[in-house]
């Protein structure tokens, strides 16, 4: 219980970082709402394919939009931080505590784009509540990933051009595999198959969140 408590402590710290930081998320919704309407403009010239372009573009979107967002939980932490925070928790709650912020802000950002694109270019998604799983599974890895590479970035030069460099790479099996299942939502009867995607996903997120724990215990150390 006091692991759970110091853990809903440091996500509140984080929670309160960023009150007095808005700019960032800020500027990620912003550039989603400009990607979006220059998706729908896109899109006019295409109407017969706009199913699967709205869906390519979505996540194209998304991904570019919350990466600064998101490992910036990291990039921003000074060295001295570093020390202070490893004299109040252990690794394990420190990590837990970004992974879970990072999970929370990057599915209220992805809802922000789900909205925007609705707003824009309609809701062509017929299986929402697939989409929804697909969407948050996918979410999740990316935002653990993203909160990890962050980590390593910190302890470079130049970290805000190495954690894009080090987290695209990781991140396109998960991004190819949630575009091959969230593509099945937009069909009129929902294949089958789509279950076997989302289990995928949920162990991708697994491994993604237990090769962080291992690795993340080596790193703080350094």
């Avoid at 759970?4 to 550039?31: G, M, N």
């Avoid at 509540?129 to 993203?146: D, M, N, P, Q, R």
């Avoid at 991004?175 to 969230?182: E, Q, V, W």
Wanted: hydrophobic share 60%.
């Amino acid at each position: 219980m006091r692991s759970i408590a110091k853990v809903i402590s440091l996500i509140k710290i984080e929670w309160s970082l960023d009150l007095k930081r808005p700019a960032i998320l800020a500027s990620a919704i912003l550039q989603m709402a400009v990607m979006a309407m220059l998706s729908m403009l896109s899109m006019l010239s295409q109407p017969e394919k706009a199913a699967k372009i709205w869906n390519s573009l979505f996540w194209i979107t998304l991904i570019f939009c919350t990466l600064q967002a998101i490992s910036k939980s990291f990039l921003t932490v000074s060295r001295n931080r570093w020390i202070y925070w490893n004299q109040l928790s252990s690794p394990g709650q420190i990590l837990w505590s970004k992974i879970i912020y990072g999970w929370i802000t990057m599915i209220i950002l992805t809802l922000i784009n789900l909205l925007l694109f609705g707003f824009f270019m309609g809701m062509p998604v017929i299986h929402m509540f697939a989409y929804i799983k697909i969407l948050i599974l996918v979410t999740g890895g990316i935002s653990t990933i993203f909160t990890f590479i962050g980590a390593i970035a910190s302890k470079a030069n130049q970290a805000g051009f190495l954690a894009p460099v080090l987290s695209l790479p990781v991140i396109l099996p998960l991004i190819l595999l949630g575009i091959k299942a969230s593509n099945k939502v937009f069909n009129p009867i929902l294949v089958s198959s789509v279950n076997k995607d989302i289990l995928m996903l949920t162990a991708l997120d697994g491994l993604i969140l237990v090769l962080s724990g291992i690795l993340f215990s080596a790193l703080w150390k350094e």
